[in-house]
């Protein structure tokens, strides 16, 4: 069984509370109120939908009752869910959808569920489920984020995670998986992970915190410390950059060219040479204006700096070595004047 499978199993298990969207339909089992509160849900958080749906579902029982009320006292119902005024009208549209094209009937099949306003493939999913019973797959960021962290998929969107789920995740885990892991991911595993919260069985099994041990691990055994751009040593010795990259996108360095993925880039470089030292050399990476010299150069025209890490050692091309093994080196990347196959390594987010 694959680790992430035995994330879920263990999950199944300790996870109590419920997301939003699920604690509204399995009180109230209705497509209708899956669908609407599946649209609310977007861009808010699962409290907030919650007490906007307990308001908004005291007034609006049915299609019908959506379909006559007016879009300025909608819009007051369900404030202050994200976009409530665009939200409004798209449930005002939606309503008009259903009654003229589909005889006031919410479709049970995800291609005309897809038709519909405000409808994308998470939302079509959590009807299919959770309103309909049906076999489905509803992938959001939580899920997305924490199949690729346990190497399960290796995607850069949730439609491409729902693609590759359909093709490996046992059947018996579809219809849960949402509700297992936006709680999971909301309350542990989030953007930024709390892994010193996260259950022990978890994280035993899971290879991202793995991973970051081994970079903690590295950072220690090299001395490397933390430090502020105001506060780089004028010193010589090997650094490390931190680089988050927001989205992913090809770039081009030296003659190399590749697609970069959205996520977490570790640079190491050093400064030993003559007339230069680590704060000249990592102020130089800052630099808009600089000329492009280095491989990272091009990185940084799309990357942000997060973090640096110096040491006072010469240890680049032992810290490379080190990093290779655990992370997913970038070919030939800053490393035109060594043997080290790269000098560029890779954390998914
Ligand atoms: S150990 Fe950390 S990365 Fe792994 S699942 Fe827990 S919170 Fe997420």
Known sequence: MHPF??????????????????????SLKKPFYVLVSGILSTRTRDEVTEQVCEKLFGRIKNLEDLSKIAEEELRDLIYPVGFYKTKAKTLKKLAKVLIENYGGKIPAKMEELL?????GRKVANLVLTLGFGKKGLAVDTHVHRIANRWDY?????????????????P????????????VFGREICNVKPRCGICPKRVRQICPY??????????????????????????????YILKIRLRNGRKITYGRESMFFKKGFYFYVGSAFGNNVNLKYRILRHLSKEKSKHWHIDYL???G??????????????????????????????????????????????
């Open 5 to 26: 499978e035995r994330l879920l199993s263990i999950l199944e298990k300790e996870n109590k509370s419920l997301p939003a969207i699920e604690t509204i339909s399995s």
């Open 115 to 119: 038709k519909l306003p405000g409808v």
């Open 153 to 169: 998929v290796d995607t850069e969107t949730p439609e491409q995670t729902e693609k590759q789920l359909k093709k490996k995740l």
């Open 171 to 182: 059947k018996r885990y579809w219809q849960e998986i949402n509700n297992l892991l936006v």
């Open 209 to 238: 915190f793995e991973k970051l041990e081994s970079i903690a691990k590295i950072l220690n055994k090299y001395k490397f410390e933390k430090v502020g751009k105001s506060k780089i040593p004028k010193g010589k010795g090997t």
């Open 300 to 302: 940084l025209d799309f």
């Open 304 to 349: 942000k700096i997060d973090e640096i890490f110096i040491s006072m050692e010469k240890v680049e091309c032992k810290v490379a070595k080190d990093l290779s093994k655990k992370l997913d080196p970038i070919p030939k990347f800053g490393s035109s004047d060594c043997s080290c196959f790269s000098h560029l390594f890779f954390l998914k987010p």
